[in-house]
């Protein structure tokens, strides 16, 4: 029972599945890049951390790292849809909190300790593939949310003139 309830503190309060909804609104696409942004930064991080403390990759302290991350992620995603779901909810929930400050400080760590190795410049052709997925990203988030809008807004508009000079 009580090893129940220690592993209970780590799952959702209930189960049901999200509709992403990805385009539904700016924020919340923003917000599911921001997601995709520190999922990339955990997984990085557990190299970095590897390499600068010279973890062996079978040390107990990575598949824990990685166990701690999946349960305490798991909820905190909970907490933010229901931020993003949820127009009552004001603000993030403990847990949205907590993975937040614990990827921060784990990125401040990668950076005091391996500065050399973060700021090594890269090669070009990574920097090209990189500089590519940002532009299109920023492009097709202006044509999704800004053109595509005005452009069925204006053909609504003149949808509706013409139906009322009939």
């Known amino acids: 029972g009580k090893m129940m309830r220690v592993f209970g503190q780590f799952t959702p309060h209930d189960w049901f ?6 385009t539904a609104s700016l924020k919340r696409w923003l917000a599911l890049l921001l997601i995709t942004c520190f999922l990339f930064l955990v997984e990085l991080g557990t190299f970095y951390l590897k390499f600068i403390l ?24 909970r907490e933010m849809f229901e931020c993003l779901d949820n127009r009552t909810c004001k603000r993030f929930g403990r847990q949205s909190w907590v993975i937040t400050a614990i990827i921060i400080i784990e990125v401040l760590i990668v950076l005091k300790f391996d500065w050399q190795t973060v700021t ?24 999704q949310f800004w053109f595509k809008r ?4 204006g053909q609504r508009k003149t949808i509706q003139d013409t139906k009322k000079h009939k």
């Open 17 to 22: 599945e999200f509709d992403w909804r990805r």
């Open 54 to 77: 010279w973890i062996p990759p079978s040390h107990f302290l990575c598949l824990s790292r990685l166990l701690f991350f999946l349960l305490v992620g798991g909820v905190s995603m």
């Open 120 to 143: 090594k410049p890269l090669q070009f052709h990574i920097v090209l593939v990189w500089t590519t997925i940002a532009i299109a990203l920023v492009l097709w988030t202006i044509y």
């Open 150 to 153: 005005f452009i069925l807004w």
